[in-house]
């Protein structure tokens, strides 16, 4: 089965850095999935947070762009979330996802789930 195992979470002051780590086993073709960064909060929905697609294109919540880089190492099997300028509000449990076969990376489209890890801002 697909395996999603998040590391790299942590308490940090504002203005901070985090790099999360995402390594995934469990499945062949990793590299031809859309993969993301999901996140959220006590009474918050979740946030499509980032996403890399098999090409490499990136897409960003509008609240993390400028601040924070999703990349990946096939590789390794690593996906990973490079936060920079952290700020209380990025406060939440951050998940590692993995897209189905359809090649569409929009919420929607995320069947695979890490059990997540835990970032703090504090101001």
């Known amino acids: 089965q697909v395996q999603l195992v998040e590391s790299g979470g942590g308490s940090v002051q504002a203005g901070g850095s985090l790099r999360l780590s995402c390594t995934a086993s469990g499945y062949t073709y990793s590299s031809r999935y859309c993969m993301g960064w999901f996140r959220q909060s006590p009474g918050k929905e979740r946030e499509r947070v980032a996403a890399i697609n098999r090409a490499g294109s990136t897409t960003y919540a509008d609240s993390v762009k400028g601040r924070f880089t999703i990349s990946k190492d096939n590789a390794k099997n690593t996906l990973y979330l490079q936060m920079n300028s952290l700020k209380p509000e990025d406060t939440a449990m951050y998940y590692c996802?993995?897209?189905?076969?359809?090649?569409?990376?929009?919420?929607?489209?995320?069947?695979?789930w890490g059990q997540g890890t835990q970032v703090t801002v504090s101001s």
């Open positions: 996802a993995r897209a189905g076969s359809s090649g569409f990376c929009y919420a929607a489209d995320f069947v695979y």
